[in-house]
């Protein structure tokens, strides 16, 4: 049983990871379509942080897993994805922070995530080259970190290849042809696929691809810049998140300092890096890390967060097409919640059973006013 | 060239790992840098597009289809300090 002629639009780690899901349960009739080549969209342009300390119980609970996952992926799929888990540390600058990194930590630990409250004496101990002024309380998880994002869609896609999944990129998708109430056909580029099920996994696309058939999505596109710094000497543990601006500072297995910190808000069409964002990052860097003002920045660039109205991602049939899935909305953290979102996401497509934590994702819910929204998105 | 050349200096990679890259179908530069990483190190694909552009021209690539990789800023690495001194711009 080869399960149904599956097409997935979009070969980030979105649909590659769900083929990959897929394939392990026997649905190996797959093809993973992307437009460009593979290591093109958010996928490839983001932090690779992973994280438990979520403000939602049903986030914290996905994140338990998918940090699990992250984990185990070199085991699961016979690759390396360089991930480092010495922890995620935010620090909170009043006492509105302080209190919602207390409420935060409580819930965290109702939902068996071990993370701790540190007092900046701590925080100095555990990393001491950051600046710790004004910081009143900081809030850790050590099974937090980060891995290395070229690796995860490497592996995946070499994963399902290996299952019979034909991964194709440079396969745009330009049409869909709807009989009745289904998806028939995937019109691309480059030629025609026979479905019998589709999934829209296009991110910030997405919109692009509902429209093909008639299915209106709400997601917006805002652009967020990175940077990475030359490689350095491993000298920073944790991934540091300071609430005063919503920076995210990370060094890499490769040694390099990721950065990344929000600058317009809002829909926007390019991802072109700006002059303002290089000063806005480089200002915040030394301030929280003062050695580094002489660090050489090597390379900045930028990408799409895929925004929904209420934070939350969009899971699930529509109701016309009945054959057409969504699985987009990841807002800035698809990179991390892909791999369980994915595992919940097969197991309700082979086995119908869905999972009560994706279960409320479904698209119908903006016409009743959408979900409890996420106060942890950073950026 | 002996299979063991390194292509890209800065990220290790040799003549043995592009071949396999072009045998797995990625021939233009940008699949390449996205499948092996070469160009992302250090030195930003200054050393290794030449090296890289003239192995793909050696394996059959016509030479119109070999387009440099993305370039973006800084041109050159330069100290955060630079960039955090410099004046707001109106
Ligand atoms: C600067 C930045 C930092 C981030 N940091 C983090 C982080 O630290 N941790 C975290 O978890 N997340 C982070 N994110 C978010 C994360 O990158 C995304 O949520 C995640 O990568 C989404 O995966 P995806 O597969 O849905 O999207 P993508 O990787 O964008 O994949 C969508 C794919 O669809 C393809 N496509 C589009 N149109 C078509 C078409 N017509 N036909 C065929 N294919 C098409 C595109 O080519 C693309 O490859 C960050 C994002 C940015 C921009």
Redesign the interface.
Known sequence: MAGPKTIIIGGGIVGLSLAWNLARRGWTDLTVLDRD????GAS?RCGGGVRSQWSTADNIRIMKRSTELFASFPADTGFNNWFRQEGYLFLAYTDEQAAMFEQNHRLQKENGVDSELLSPAQIKAKAPTINTDGVVVGAFHQKDGVCFP?AMV?GYAKACRRLGVQVL?FHEVIGLEVAGEKITQVVTNRGRFAADLVINGAAVWSPNIGRMCGVELPNCAEKHEAIV???LHPFLGACLIPMDSGMYLAQTMRGEIYACVGLEKGPATDYD?T??F??K???L??RLIPR??????????GGFYDLTPDTNPIVGFVDRPSNFYQYHGLMGHGFMFAPALSEMIAEHLVAGKLHPDIAPYGLARFKSGGLEVEKMIIG | MPRKTIICRCEDITLVEVEEALALG?R?V??IK??L?LGT??C?GKMCLALLARVLLERGVAPDEIKPMVS???LA????????A?K??A
């Open positions: 080549h593979l290591n093109a490839a070229f490497w990129p710094t030359e490689p890096h002059f303002a290089a000063q990052i480089s200002r860097m030394i580094l003002a002489g660090v050489k920045m090597l390379r900045q660039w | 990625y233009d940008e699949s996205r499948y990483a190190g250090a930003q973006r800023a800084p690495g330069a100290p955060l300090a630079a960039f955090a410099e707001e711009r």
